[in-house]
């Protein structure tokens, strides 16, 4: 491995979402010198534009993806000990429709359809309450509880469904900020030695015998690095890696799936998740969202390039709408919707004859044919990226003697270092010793924080210790810790990356906010000079 004087790395890893950021913190603790470079700002890409969830995938099943199915419900609850302040568990209800007929295109409701025609793709009941058991035991669940029975007449999450709606199955998961996983991931990294750089461009990797030379750009303009090997976790760009930044002959080959979501106002009071199949055979979700809004998705669309900058079409959020209002008893319209987004997700091409049908799993390959070694990533969830992270440390292991082995399950990501069920306490504690604040302002500091949030807050005792306030709980000592901690330098990394106030403040807000970071960027560079 390499020493503190080398100025070569061991790993160069270009990406900087979750796959990226979980492979550098992970071969850092490890002892591995790591260089990770990210075009944009950190989960810029994908890695920000989840469903949001840390869940083993029921409908995978259907698929007999039961190896991954198993893998992310035993990840669960290892991710939820160890960042309790991003991730928490979340209850679904699965409403029961008696009479639903669908398209069905998994190998499960083909089966039926050949052994059982009059079924016509249906998933009857029987099937469903299978699928949760396997759920319920696949994983070793401890923390979250089981599956069970509601009787939807009775309970109050039947009353935003539509009257026919009688029974439901209500089922674990978790939630994830997915963007502040991305974040804290490349904290830890930073904390173990790694360096992490953003709107950094990699140009081109040539190999130079059993050295990389890694030519990059940011706005400082061009310079040379170099490794014993390069790790793409360029997401949707790892084909574009492969064939134009390396120039490799690989025949590997991504698929791009887009998935859309659309924000509304908040449709029901409770705080669990509604689990909608369609007749097309697909599911959708609709989740309480930033206390004030429903969060519903997602899609599956083939995209034509990475480059091409995904959005929600009007025919995917009306998909949406319809979707739900088959379930909803207040039907919602577009003027419903205050915000939409949309990822790609770099799924392994499998050759798969849908979208909806291609493999999540992860598929990891190693090329070292010319000489110095590359490890491409393709495909993966994010529910699976610390697992995914160990398998990819396991064949850079090949490359690296005397590798320590898995140290990752267990260990919190900054600021969770607190129980599971410790966050009501922590709220309470953060507002006794800074009273100004309100329990919405202390429960989203310390869901954003978790323990960090009184080093952020450095012993104020009034809001204008903290500085200017930007609007909706923003302040700027808050600003000051997300450009110098977390590697924000826009207004939109602080609104819709590191938190959602996004969707709070107005433009004019924000474009003040924009300034401010300008500003304060330019000063920091300057004096850095």
């Known amino acids: 491995m390499t020493t503190a004087h080398d100025d070569i790395h061991d790993l160069f890893v270009i990406g900087g979402g979750i796959n990226g950021c979980g492979i550098a913190r992970d071969a850092a603790g490890r002892g591995l010198s790591v260089a990770l470079a990210e075009m944009n700002d950190l989960a810029s890409a994908t890695s920000s534009a989840s469903t949001k969830l840390f869940h083993g995938g029921l409908r995978y099943l259907e698929y007999f993806e039961v190896r991954l199915v198993r893998e992310a419900l035993e990840e669960r609850e290892t991710l939820l000990r160890a960042m309790p302040h991003i991730s928490w568990p979340m209850r679904f209800v699965l409403p029961v429709h008696r009479d639903m007929r669908f398209e069905g295109t998994t190998p499960v409701s083909k089966l039926l359809s050949t052994v059982m025609p009059w079924m016509k793709g249906r998933r009857p009941a029987w099937l469903i309450r299978a699928g949760l058991f396997m759920y319920d035991h696949l994983g070793g669940r401890k923390i979250l509880p089981p ?18 709606f009688e029974t439901a199955f209500e089922y674990s998961d ?3 900020e997915d963007s502040r996983l991305v974040a804290l991931n490349a904290r830890d990294a930073e904390a173990r030695g790694a360096r992490i750089m953003t709107r950094t461009r990699v140009i081109a990797a040539e190999r130079d015998g059993d050295i990389w030379r890694v030519t990059l750009e940011d706005a400082d303009g061009r310079r040379e690095m170099r490794a014993r090997m390069l790790v793409n976790a360029a997401g949707p760009w790892v084909g574009d890696v492969i064939r134009g930044t390396i120039r490799s002959n690989s025949r590997e080959g991504v698929r791009l799936v887009r998935g859309s979501h659309i ?38 669309q083939e995209h034509d390039g990475a480059d091409r900058r ?26 419903d919707v205050v915000w939409s987004y949309s990822g790609v997700r770099p799924l392994y091409d499998d050759g798969a004859s849908s979208a909806t049908a291609a493999t999540r799993d992860y598929t990891l390959k190693v090329d070292a044919a010319g000489g110095a070694p590359v490890l491409h990533v393709f495909g993966g969830k994010i529910t699976t990226y610390r697992r995914l992270a160990e398998s990819a440390l396991k064949k850079i292991g090949a490359h690296f003697p005397d590798l320590p082995g898995h140290w990752t399950a267990g260990v919190p990501l900054p600021g969770g270092d607190f129980p599971v069920d ?11 010793d800074h009273p100004f604040l309100t329990e919405a302002w202390a429960g989203r500091l310390i869901r954003a924080y978790g323990r960090d949030a009184w080093s952020l807050l450095d012993g104020a005792q009034d809001k204008g210790a903290l500085g200017r306030d930007f609007g909706a709980t923003l302040s700027e000592s808050e600003v000051i810790w997300l450009m110098e901690k977390e590697w924000a330098l826009r207004a939109e990394d602080v609104l819709w990356r590191r938190s959602k106030l996004g969707l709070r403040l107005d433009a004019a807000q924000a474009a003040a906010l924009d300034d401010y970071m300008a500003t304060r960027g330019t000063a920091s560079r300057v004096a850095a000079q």
Request: hydrophobic fraction near 35%.
């Open 310 to 335: 995904p959005g929600c079409t009007d025919a995917e959020r009306d998909y949406m709408i319809d979707f739900v209002n088959a379930y909803l008893n207040t039907p919602i319209g577009a003027d």
């Open 174 to 176: 978790c939630w994830v």
């Open 263 to 300: 924000v509304t106002r908040r449709l029901f009071d409770h705080d669990k998740c509604y689990f909608f199949q369609g007749t097309d055979g697909r599911i959708m979700f609709a989740i309480p969202y930033e206390r004030d809004f429903t969060l519903i998705g997602t899609t599956d």
């Open 147 to 164: 599956t069970r029975t509601l009787d939807l007449r009775e309970a109050p999450e039947g009353k935003p469904l539509d009257d026919r």
């Open 422 to 432: 410790g966050v009501a306490d922590l709220i309470a504690r953060l507002r006794a």
